[in-house]
């Protein structure tokens, strides 16, 4: 017998009749993941459960190096059966990590199976699995309604054809919603050489002759508009640091000349070129009421060998810290708002020594237009903090210092099409928390504000704030 049952994370009675009577079965909101429109729309079916958890999955990667696994049954030649058995003996070394118990949720919601995984049972539940995947429904599409998906939102370059997500909105017989964000990492490029690629390529893509830093702007907004059409309503930012500079009109238009011919800036030139292109940016955003998101903190491709070896995405990042946070996020909020640039933002903090910094920065920005509660929102846990303690410390953080009711909820920030559990995983942890303050006579039991609280932040508040 195993372990996941409706009171799994959950150790109260409050709690559990939330999870149960108005958490665990509402629709998903995936507003922002690394699925492939493209995969979506082909829709072909994995072959066997080692594909389907296994590939691209830098989270399981991680974790097996650590677990002294060689590179060989990791992202090397060996065969899947290998390859399942070296992740099951991880799996069983993984008490108190997220892994453990996303691997059981998934076993449980996709494949009926409520054994647990270690080096003991890998065989029997590889079987089982792939018995289940060889009769039919994982395909791509299949697994997102069996989740309950309603919309997902992907991460797209802003010079991408947008393609296949035209397509699938062109396809009648599939009612999810699969949208693109508009991702600008080229934008932000500090390689003069790749920036000026970028914008020849633009040119070539917007035959906007793209001479001064306006040109710039009115070939980004072409591109802008382009994902508009295609049903974009999110951009995605992900900056190593915030970092904040305000220069003159002129210097900015000489510095974007001096990167787009191919010459390298210096460092506070840099910040002060992308200072500008972000509050550019958020201007385009807020005219087509868009929200921007912000995942920052993040440094990446630390391991110099494995990078060459392997590339990007591939586990071997972590978190960054930040000398002048905070002044740099109020000041870059602050210009967007003086310019009347600032959109719906989410910020999203990898840190999680930031959260208050974060969380009071917020505070700052919000108001009352066009009717949007908590319109500066302080996204949920992110990467290395989609934890229980991570998560906790968001949602009690957003408690303290803003309005939990008001908060968008949980996304998966995932490649995986089985990775829905994630949802239900927040799900569990809020209801435990909110149950928990219940029970400790820390806030009333009425249910039917607890019932809009819950309701609110597993999935109308999303309805609302992104306007799909």
């Given at each position: 017998?195993?372990?996941?049952?409706?009171?799994?994370?959950?150790?109260?009675?409050?709690?559990?009749?939330?999870?149960?009577?108005?958490?665990?079965?509402?629709?998903?909101?995936?507003?922002?993941?690394?699925?492939?429109?493209?995969?979506?729309?082909?829709?072909?079916?994995?072959?066997?459960?080692?594909?389907?958890?296994?590939?691209?999955?830098?989270?399981?990667?991680?974790?097996?190096?650590?677990?002294?696994?060689?590179?060989?049954?990791?992202?090397?030649?060996?065969?899947?059966?290998?390859?399942?058995?070296?992740?099951?003996?991880?799996?069983?070394?993984?008490?108190?990590?997220?892994?453990?118990?996303?691997?059981?949720?998934?076993?449980?919601?996709?494949?009926?199976?409520?054994?647990?995984?270690?080096?003991?049972?890998?065989?029997?539940?590889?079987?089982?699995?792939?018995?289940?995947?060889?009769?039919?429904?994982?395909?791509?599409?299949?697994?997102?309604?069996?989740?309950?998906?309603?919309?997902?939102?992907?991460?797209?370059?802003?010079?991408?054809?947008?393609?296949?997500?035209?397509?699938?909105?062109?396809?009648?017989?599939?009612?999810?919603?699969?949208?693109?964000?508009?991702?600008?990492?080229?934008?932000?490029?500090?390689?003069?050489?790749?920036?000026?690629?970028?914008?020849?390529?633009?040119?070539?893509?917007?035959?906007?002759?793209?001479?001064?830093?306006?040109?710039?702007?009115?070939?980004?907004?072409?591109?802008?508009?382009?994902?508009?059409?295609?049903?974009?309503?999110?951009?995605?930012?992900?900056?190593?640091n915030i970092d904040y500079r305000t220069a003159e009109p002129a210097w900015i238009n000489q510095l974007f000349m001096r990167k787009a011919a191919g010459e390298p800036l210096s460092i506070i030139e840099n910040v002060e070129l992308n200072s500008a292109l972000f509050v550019m940016l958020a201007g385009h955003y807020k005219a087509r009421e868009w929200a921007m998101q912000i995942h920052f903190g993040a440094?990446?491709?630390?391991?110099?060998?494995?990078?060459?070896?392997?590339?990007?995405?591939?586990?071997?990042?972590?978190?960054?810290?930040?000398?002048?946070?905070?002044?740099?996020?109020n000041q870059l909020l602050d210009a967007m708002n003086r310019a009347g640039s600032l959109p719906r933002t989410i910020l999203y903090n990898l840190n999680a020594s930031y959260n208050d910094v974060v969380a009071t920065t917020i505070a700052n920005f919000q108001h009352g237009e066009k009717g949007v509660k908590s319109p500066i929102q302080f996204g949920s846990g992110w990467w290395f903090n989609d934890t229980?303690?991570?998560?906790?410390?968001?949602?009690?953080?957003?408690?303290?210092?803003?309005?939990?009711?008001?908060?968008?909820?949980?996304?998966?920030?995932?490649?995986?099409?089985?990775?829905?559990?994630?949802?239900?995983?927040?799900?569990?942890?809020?209801?435990?928390?909110?149950?928990?303050?219940?029970?400790?006579?820390?806030?009333?039991?009425?249910?039917?504000?607890?019932?809009?609280?819950?309701?609110?932040?597993?999935?109308?508040?999303?309805?609302?704030?992104?306007?799909?």
């Amino acid at each position: 017998m195993g372990f996941i049952s409706d009171r799994f994370m959950i150790g109260n009675e409050v709690g559990a009749r939330l999870y149960l009577d108005i958490a665990k079965d509402l629709p998903i909101i995936d507003y922002h993941c690394h699925l492939d429109a493209k995969d979506i729309y082909e829709n072909k079916s994995i072959e066997n459960i080692t594909q389907l958890w296994l590939a691209g999955d830098h989270y399981k990667w991680r974790a097996m190096r650590a677990n002294g696994i060689d590179e060989y049954y990791i992202t090397g030649d060996a065969t899947d059966e290998e390859k399942f058995k070296a992740w099951a003996e991880t799996v069983e070394a993984a008490f108190g990590n997220p892994l453990y118990h996303w691997t059981h949720l998934e076993l449980n919601k996709y494949f009926a199976c409520d054994e647990t995984l270690d080096s003991q049972s890998w065989q029997r539940i590889m079987m089982h699995c792939n018995r289940h995947i060889k009769e039919g429904g994982f395909t791509p599409r299949q697994l997102m309604a069996r989740s309950g998906v309603e919309v997902i939102c992907t991460t797209d370059a802003p010079l991408d054809s947008l393609e296949y997500h035209r397509l699938l909105q062109q396809d009648d017989t599939f009612p999810i919603k699969v949208l693109p964000t508009f991702r600008p990492d080229d934008v932000f490029n500090e390689d003069p050489q790749q920036f000026k690629a970028f914008v020849a390529r633009l040119t070539q893509q917007t035959d906007i002759n793209i001479a001064t830093f306006k040109d710039f702007s009115d070939a980004i907004e072409k591109r802008v508009e382009w994902f508009h059409e295609a049903g974009c309503r999110i951009s995605d930012h992900g900056p190593v640091n915030i970092d904040y500079r305000t220069a003159e009109p002129a210097w900015i238009n000489q510095l974007f000349m001096r990167k787009a011919a191919g010459e390298p800036l210096s460092i506070i030139e840099n910040v002060e070129l992308n200072s500008a292109l972000f509050v550019m940016l958020a201007g385009h955003y807020k005219a087509r009421e868009w929200a921007m998101q912000i995942h920052f903190g993040a440094i990446r491709n630390n391991n110099s060998q494995m990078h060459q070896r392997i590339g990007i995405n591939s586990g071997f990042d972590s978190i960054n810290d930040q000398s002048g946070l905070a002044a740099s996020l109020n000041q870059l909020l602050d210009a967007m708002n003086r310019a009347g640039s600032l959109p719906r933002t989410i910020l999203y903090n990898l840190n999680a020594s930031y959260n208050d910094v974060v969380a009071t920065t917020i505070a700052n920005f919000q108001h009352g237009e066009k009717g949007v509660k908590s319109p500066i929102q302080f996204g949920s846990g992110w990467w290395f903090n989609d934890t229980r303690r991570g998560m906790e410390n968001q949602l009690i953080t957003l408690a303290e210092q803003g309005l939990l009711m008001n908060f968008i909820g949980m996304l998966t920030d995932s490649r995986s099409f089985v990775s829905y559990t994630r949802h239900d995983y927040f799900r569990r942890i809020l209801c435990n928390l909110i149950g928990g303050w219940v029970e400790k006579g820390e806030i009333p039991d009425n249910r039917e504000i607890l019932t809009r609280m819950i309701r609110n932040i597993c999935h109308d508040n999303a309805c609302r704030y992104f306007r799909f």
